[in-house]
T-cell receptor, first 111, second 116 residues
Framework: SQQGEEDPQALSIQEGENATMNCSYK?????LQWYRQNSGRGLVHLIL?????REKHSGRLRVTLDTSKKSSSLLITASRAADTASYFC???????????FGTGTRLQVFP | EAGVAQSPRYKIIEKRQSVAFWCNPI?????LYWYQQILGQGPKLLIQ????????DSQLPKDRFSAERLKGVDSTLKIQPAKLEDSAVYLC??????????????FGSGTRLTVV
């Protein structure tokens, strides 16, 4: 079964708005990563947050991690039409480094 | 830095035929993964290599799927015989470090397999 469950499954917003996606997972992790996938393309690594970190920023991206609740969120600020894609969280399992993906959130940003 | 190379990009085969996919990871990356991504779903891990050894293949359907990583560099994934439900994108990824030092994985563009 999938380690991560993402919420919402789909999100539609206007350009300039913020987009927030959530991810929950089940077991102990080394780190949690977020990836973007454009339709028909490969996965692009966006950001990694380690299990001993609580928040991380990269450009317009902000990721939080709450290991007590086994959850993470990805915030994309001032969204652009080019941000339209599917976003996946992936957890690197503790001790094995096995990378398990969630179910994904499909983001549509309208110009 | 060259990315993860995969070939072919597309493959169409009939059920019960065999097929092979090839992956060349980033030079020096010790860890290599094969994932299967069915349309509309997240990638599912099939097998994980550390150098040329298998770390995890618990999700690999071993009656029809096989994978190898000779000399700890290139890897091939084979399906024999293929079934309709094997239609998916097969993704290869590699990473330099593991565990707490890992800074992310690099994925190839994938091979889109259609079984008819």
């Amino acid at each position: 079964s999938q380690q991560g469950e993402e919420d919402p499954q789909a999100l539609s917003i206007q350009e300039g708005e913020n987009a927030t996606m959530n991810c929950s997972y089940k077991t102990s992790i080394n780190n949690l990563q977020w990836y973007r996938q454009n339709s028909g393309r490969g996965l692009v690594h966006l950001i990694l947050i380690r299990s001993n970190e609580r928040e991380k920023h990269s450009g317009r991206l902000r990721v939080t991690l709450d290991t007590s609740k086994k959850s993470s969120s990805l915030l994309i600020t001032a969204s652009r039409a080019a941000d339209t894609a599917s976003y996946f969280c992936a957890t690197a399992l503790y001790n094995t480094d096995k990378l398990i993906f969630g179910t994904g959130t499909r983001l549509q940003v309208f110009p | 830095e060259a990315g993860v190379a995969q070939s072919p990009r597309y493959k169409i085969i009939e059920k019960r035929q065999s097929v092979a996919f090839w992956c060349n990871p980033i030079s020096g990356h010790a860890t290599l993964y094969w994932y299967q991504q069915i349309l509309g779903q997240g990638p599912k891990l099939l097998i994980q290599f550390q150098n040329n050894g298998v770390v995890d293949d618990s999700q690999l359907p071993k009656d029809r799927f096989s994978a190898e990583r000779l000399k700890g560099v290139d890897s091939t994934l084979k399906i024999q015989p293929a079934k309709l439900e094997d239609s998916a994108v097969y993704l290869c990824a590699s990473s330099l470090l593991a565990g707490i030092d890992n800074y992310g994985y690099t994925f190839g563009s994938g091979t889109r397999l259609t079984v008819v």
